[in-house]
């Protein structure tokens, strides 16, 4: 049997962090984090072993996840974005092909996407 797939989660409201957590972790991923921020985030990945990340854009402070998603993007690691802006908070053309869900996210929809980027990411 395969060991389960590894989340990174960078979610900087903590309430909403815990139950994305939560949700993977009652479907079998482990998750790395969750981090708040930028710096414990870019820490936590470079301590910990992952197979996927969820991002968060918007972090407070007009700080966002885009270099963070650079990063990843360049190691080939899959991620997805999440927003609570919906449609209206616009990311750089560079991400038009990451998935991004709507914040509260559906659990199954959540789960779904998060096991299609992790068969992706190990295949």
């Known amino acids: 049997m395969s060991e389960p ?17 939560a949700a993977l972790e009652k479907h079998g991923f482990e998750v790395v984090g969750p981090f708040a921020d930028l710096q414990s985030a870019e820490t936590g990945a470079n301590e910990n072993p992952f197979d996927v990340a969820l991002l968060d854009i918007n972090l407070g402070d007009g700080t966002t996840s885009e270099g963070f998603a650079d990063q990843l993007k360049a190691r080939d690691v899959p991620f997805m974005f999440l927003s609570g802006y919906g449609s209206a908070g616009q990311l750089p053309a560079r991400f038009e092909d990451v998935r991004r869900m709507t914040k509260p996210v559906a659990e199954n929809e959540l789960i779904r996407n998060v096991a299609d980027l992790a068969a992706r990411g190990r295949g």
């Open 5 to 21: 797939a590894k989340v990174l989660l960078l979610e900087d409201q903590m309430m909403i962090a815990f139950g994305i957590k």
